[in-house]
């Protein structure tokens, strides 16, 4: 089996007596496509924080191709090649759809490389229409496109996803879930999301959470299955 | 240091910066000096009538300009900032822009042969007063806890019935007023200058900042270490080397401890 | 706002600064010429002002800080050297690195704007009585004696670099320092509309996304913080040769809040509203001054209530907005 490409080992952080994450322990294999389940408050967000070095573990290391990236600056980290659409978007918002892709194409391109790319995502994320306009004054859907596109627009070998469909019609969540899925013909991706939906229609391997720590993980068939799940998650949310 | 870390604990208390705080300081100063030359008793001037003039100036200084920014943190700092630039220019045009001849209480306050050293022996035990008084309406009155409550969380506050623009105008004015009767008490030890109050503000600021976000215990820790750092360096060089001193351990400190010393160390308290 | 390459609005400062330059000194008298020049000298003073903040997102109560410093560099130079080309070069140097060591602190310790503006603020305070204290023959720097709060007089003036002797006439300094202005004008658009320079307004806009992308924002920031305090310390440069004179007064409230006030006024976000805002209150200050209708403080510090109040983008972005909605009048179709 060849190296995976994120590996997190024991990974826990506490907020004063609160353990939001609990000696996760989480392997991805190189262009793998994983999602990632659990009711509010499972420490989904919080672990993609840690991935990206916006928090600093409290115990645990992350290796990401074997290399131990744990209290690495989140820009070192977005350096090595991960890139993540956060839950509630960070746009700048006085600049235009464009401004975005190019910035984050550019870190590593050339002026005209950079321009190229910019195009192409445009044009592959379907944003030609917003392109020129201010992100501020986006929809909420729209904003998460842009958000997606910056991020591959940057490159990054590993793509971390949170909530990608949140705010989303059903026709905007079908083609977010059909880019997901192109994504992940060339870049390993982890998504986390609540909309069922979205989940089956792009799943392979689900891991599911609980209160800070992994619950179980396996196919999405045997995750629908698993009584353990249901009780904490399907149970309540699985009509929506 | 007594006298900042009474201003200190102002600053700390509104959460809001105030860079008018220095002129306020200087307009209780006048208010005093202004009384007594109308043959108000010297300690009525001091002691009541500074507070209540600038405690008024207060409340309607954050009636017109702070209630609209509040939120902006930035924006208020720059309209007050603009409000301190008008006092000055203001009390520039009525006093003029010399101590002379509002120097004039200095003389009224001999209070038997240790005259001075009496005076601030009293300025001392005030201050003191001051702040116990304080830390006693913020911990136990009604009153305190509806400050506190409002300033930790408005919304919270307003749902349960408590008018938050009533809270703030009157912390506000309260903050003013004391920083008003600060003035009034430095009036006779150092005499008043339109510019009198950019001399303090600095100092108070970085007592406040690097104290965190606990009032007392922060301010009060930070002051006194500053305090000793201040003290050292002006006794053993001059005094604005000691202030250089206090602004670059001011400086190392943030960078250590972003988060003030209370951040890291007295959790919880007040 | 769009990061355009080059707009007519550039090129269009750019001619009426070359004009001002090339056309003044035909047609105005020794006296406003040098009032001139040292509208021109703040003028780039307010640039570096409307960088850091405008574009670097960073509160500076401080711009007064490093321009102070470079007056009192050059003016310590020039003394020691009697000549002013190494004075000049060192009155950016040791500014920037002033800032560089400052910003290191305040941008690597994470600190947030307000803090930024204290500090930047306190800074320059004690500055300000830093040197006010420095009078008597102890203080002295060399031969040049710092003298506290009567300043420095007398310093020597520009000269033809490498010929000591032949000082620059007021008409040759006019020209030089609007040259300076055209090229750090020029200078800074080229810079924001670099890779650089683009990435320094997404700082302003998103820290946070920055950092996710593989931008290191406390490097951005310090640079620009530095950059800010280099173009500072030169308009201090000139400010010193203008008056050969230098005073503690560089450092003074009043010093930073002025340029505080003309980058409000003009406009965050823009490089020409700083100039507009800086030669706008220059003037209103020299009219205040001569006519002593009213406390310059005073009148300051009801028009920067009135702006951050009534006009908190400043009149350059406001006039942007009201142009928009004139023309969306205009494109709407009559009901």
Redesign the interface.
Known sequence: MTEPILQTVGLSIRFGGVEAVRGVNLCLAERELRCLIGPNGAGKSTLFKLLTGQLQPTAGRILFHGEDITGDHTHAIARRGIGIKTQVPNLFDSLTVRDHLWLAARRTNSRPRADAITDEIIERVGLGAIAGGMVGRLSHGLRQWVELGTVLAGNPELILLDEPAAGMTHDEVARTAELVREINRTHALIVVEHDMQFVRMIARTVTVMHQGAVLVEDTMDQILKNSAVRDIYLGKHGGA | MLISVGLAIVFGMMRVINLAHGEFLMLGGYAAIVATNHGVNIWIAMLLVAPIVVGIIGVIAERLIIRVLYGRMIDTLLATWGLSLFFIGLVTTIFGNTVNGIGAPLGGIAVGRYSISLYRLVLVGIAAAILVAIYVVLRTTRLGLLARGTMENPNMAAALGVSPPRVYAATFGVGAALTGLAGGLLAPISGVLPTVGAAYVAKAFITVISGGTAIMAGTASAASLFGTVNQLLTYLTTPVIGEAGLLAAAILLLRVLPHGITGKLFRGSL | ???RRVSPGIVATAAVMVAVGLGVPLVVDQFQLLQLTVFASMCILALSLGVVWGYGGI?CFGQSAFFGLGAYTYAVTAVNLAESTLAILLSIVVPAVFAAL?GY??F????S???L???T???T??FF??M??TAGDAYRIGTARLNGFNGMPSLPTFNVPGNPGRLLDPTETFYLVMALLLSVYVGLHALLAS?FG??V??VR??E??????????RLHKLLVFTLGGAIAGLAGSLFANWGAFVSPNVFS??TT?QI?IWV?VGGLGTLVGPIIGCVLMQYLATELGTQQL????????????A???LV?RGIVPSLGVVRARLSAVRARPPA
Request: neutral net charge; glycine residues 6%.
């Open positions: 706002m769009k990061l509160l400052l602190f305040m690597y310790g994470r600190l704007d307000v803090y503006g204290v500090i603020l306190s800074v305070l004690i009585n830093l006010n204290s890779h683009r990435v307004v997404a806009e998103n946070t996304r920055c950092e996710l992308l593989g931008y290191d924002v409230l009043s809040s505080i409000i009213a406390n310059t403080s005073l009148m300051f510090g009801i028009i920067f209530l702006f951050v109040l908190p």
